[in-house]
Every structure is written in structure tokens, then in C-alpha cells.
């Protein structure tokens, strides 16, 4: 079983659309969890950390369920500029430091 | 503020000779640096954990002699792929840890002819 899984998609959604990703992961240590989004071609860059209360970025809402091991993210009235794989990603700690592992990715598409 | 820089962008090389890329943050000091590849279609798979002044710490199924890594300072961490071959050839990526959190350099891609 990989450590974390996420529906690979594509979702292909028209602009203004609500869409939901979620992820879940395998090692209860899991310590932090964030999402990244990654374009083509390009590094991952981070779109917003993870908490339990939940938190909203603007159009962006992250949800944790540690006794789940589930993560949400939903982006709300997406833009075409949201065409992007997004990224789970958890952090693990070893050897006094964390490390992170991916998910493989969520690939979006929004539609004009 | 937390730019990390990779050079070279990408590079193309022989098979059997080495390829060095460098990652360097440019506005923090980063006593760990991580170092991850990522084939086509494929999530990142970390590939070590690079820590300034100590041997580096491999991932299961990473060859340390092939994958040699050097975190000479707080800034600059280097990943040598040694003997590269074909199948060598992907996208790797670097981080640094600031806080709780990296911060990726922007990649080097990787082919090996």
C-alpha cells in the first residue's frame, strides 16, 4: 500500500466549478500535512499547509482527519489558471529531522 | 525571502560519465537539504536527506556510490550521479528545510544518451 494515495484524475471541470480532492495516508506518525501544486515541467510549489480545525486560503479549504487518515482540499469557482496536478504531500520525522513524502498527484483541468 | 536555486537547469550527457548539480538557498541557511527525483507521470520520490557537515542519509533502493551527495555548507548541498545511464535520466528536484517547511529549487532535467 503506498504511504500516501490520491486519485491520479484527471478532473476536467468547466470555470467556476467546485472541486474536491482527497488523499489518505498510511503512517498514523504522519506529523504535518500539506498541499503543493505542481505545473508542468516545473518544481512543486506550496499552495497551503494542512490543520486539524481545518483552514481557507480565499477559494482554497484544507480539511485533516487524523483518526481518518484523510485529507481534503476544495477549491471553489475555479479559475483555468487552477489547471494544475496538486500535490498531498505528509511529513514524516527521521534521523532529528522531517521528511516528506508525495503523493503522486492529483491532475486538474478547468475548462473555458 | 526562501529561494533555493538548482544549476543547471538541464543537462545532457554521455552515458558512463558524471553530472553534478548544485542546489544552494540563497536567503536562509538550511542545515537540511532533500534531494528527490521524479520520473514522467510519476509523484517525487525522495532520493536522501542531505545534512550540512554529516554523510547524507539514502532512502531503501538508492545507491549511495552512484548518488553521491556533499553538504559542504549551509547553502549548498551537491548531487553527483556517477557512471550515469539511460535510465538515470529524469527530473531532480531539490529542497530545503526552513522551519517546518521546504522550499523547492526549480529542478534539473536530466538526460542521459
Known amino acids: 500500500r503506498k504511504e500516501v494515495e490520491q486519485d491520479p484524475g484527471p478532473f476536467n471541470v468547466p470555470e467556476g466549478a467546485t472541486v474536491a480532492f482527497n488523499c489518505t495516508y498510511s503512517?498514523?506518525?504522519?506529523?504535518?500535512f500539506f498541499w503543493y501544486r505542481q505545473d508542468c515541467r516545473k518544481e512543486p510549489k506550496l499552495l497551503m499547509s494542512v490543520y486539524s480545525s481545518g483552514n481557507e486560503d480565499g477559494r482554497f479549504t484544507a480539511q485533516l482527519n487524523r483518526a481518518s487518515q484523510y485529507i481534503s482540499l476544495l477549491i471553489r469557482d475555479s479559475k483555468l489558471s487552477d489547471s494544475a496536478t496538486y500535490l498531498c504531500?505528509?511529513?514524516?520525522?527521521?534521523?532529528?529531522?522531517?521528511?516528506?513524502?508525495f503523493g503522486t498527484g492529483t491532475r486538474l483541468k478547468v475548462l473555458a | 525571502g526562501a529561494v533555493v536555486s538548482q544549476h543547471p537547469s538541464w543537462v545532457i550527457c554521455k552515458s558512463g560519465t558524471s553530472v553534478k548539480i548544485e542546489c544552494r538557498s540563497l536567503?536562509?541557511?538550511?542545515?537540511?537539504m532533500f534531494w528527490y527525483r521524479q520520473f514522467p507521470k510519476q509523484s517525487l520520490m525522495l532520493m536522501a536527506t542531505s545534512n550540512e557537515g554529516s554523510k547524507a542519509t539514502y532512502e531503501q533502493g538508492v545507491e549511495k556510490d552512484k548518488f553521491l551527495i556533499n553538504h559542504a555548507s549551509l547553502t549548498l548541498s551537491t548531487l553527483t550521479v556517477t557512471s550515469a545511464h539511460p535510465e538515470d535520466s529524469s527530473f531532480y528536484i531539490c529542497s530545503a528545510r526552513l522551519h517546518y517547511e521546504q522550499y523547492f529549487g526549480p529542478g534539473t532535467r536530466l538526460t542521459v544518451t
Open positions: 504531500v505528509v511529513s514524516l520525522p527521521t534521523s532529528g529531522t522531517y521528511k516528506y513524502i
Open positions: 503512517n498514523s506518525a504522519s506529523q504535518s
Open positions: 536567503d536562509f541557511q538550511a542545515t537540511t
